[in-house]
């Protein structure tokens, strides 16, 4: 059976893979889901099937955004198949962009566990979602459930966001890569998105294929974007697709 290794970026969490996992399953896929458990989950790395390794089957690593520098590197290294969903090598770019998000980063980290936290998190997932509706009553919960531990990982994972600027480790460079981007984004830079397209350019084997959303944002929410994702999986032949 094909199967999935899925894992959600920053602040996230695995329930954001439920439309996912139900269309994915529903077509006779193996689904999983990393945890990193920054709020009440616990955290789970999951590994592949061991009856995956003959040649046919396909193990897809699902990756958002900072979720392909979190994904176990093992995981990453034994993918047929890596999708990056508006994912990065080089988090902040290196152009007059910097700065400002520099500082953005540095006040976001020191919002963690004082007062202004929960408005920081909150201000981060609304972003994350635009141009797209979130429930901000139903996030509300998961922003008072962060234990001492998930606010270590919060830090610990932001810095490494903050501190990454190359491609994720493990990335093999025979599996065929699909590159998400999309173009209402507005938490990735564009040079950001560039850098990565030109790190696996020259990293992999064969080039990676791009699609890009253009009414999505940064959480990709939309069940026709995800079938476009699903669509790729099943014929990888395809080409780009804008």
């Known amino acids: 059976m094909n199967e999935i290794i899925a894992i959600h970026g920053w602040a996230g969490d695995s329930h954001q893979w439920a439309n996912w996992e139900k269309l994915f399953k529903s077509c006779d896929w193996r689904w999983q889901n990393a945890e990193r458990g920054y709020k009440n989950l616990s955290p789970h790395t999951p590994k592949w099937n061991n009856n995956s390794n003959q040649v046919e089957l396909k193990r897809v690593a699902i990756c958002h955004s900072l979720g392909a520098h979190l994904v176990d590197k093992q995981v990453l290294h034994s993918a047929t198949h890596v999708v990056l969903i508006n994912s990065f090598s080089r988090f902040i770019p290196s152009s007059k962009e910097n700065r400002l998000i520099q500082l953005a980063l540095n006040k976001m980290m020191n919002a963690i566990n004082t007062p202004n936290e929960a408005a920081m998190l ?6 994350a979602y635009k ?19 998930g606010r270590l990982r919060l830090k610990n994972d932001l810095i490494l966001l903050m501190n990454s600027d190359s491609l994720p480790i493990g990335l093999n460079t025979y599996s065929k890569v699909l590159i998400i981007n999309s173009e209402q984004d507005h938490i990735l830079a564009n040079q950001t998105k560039v850098k990565l397209t030109e790190d696996l350019i020259k990293h992999l084997e064969a080039a990676p294929k791009i699609i890009n959303l253009q009414d999505d944002g940064h959480s990709i929410t939309k069940i026709k974007n995800i079938k476009k994702i699903k669509h790729w999986l099943e014929f990888d032949h395809a080409k780009n697709m804008v």
């Open 122 to 127: 909150r201000k981060f997932h609304i972003k």
């Open 131 to 149: 141009p797209n509706y979130i429930d901000v009553k139903a996030i509300e919960s998961n922003l008072l459930h962060i234990s001492d531990l």
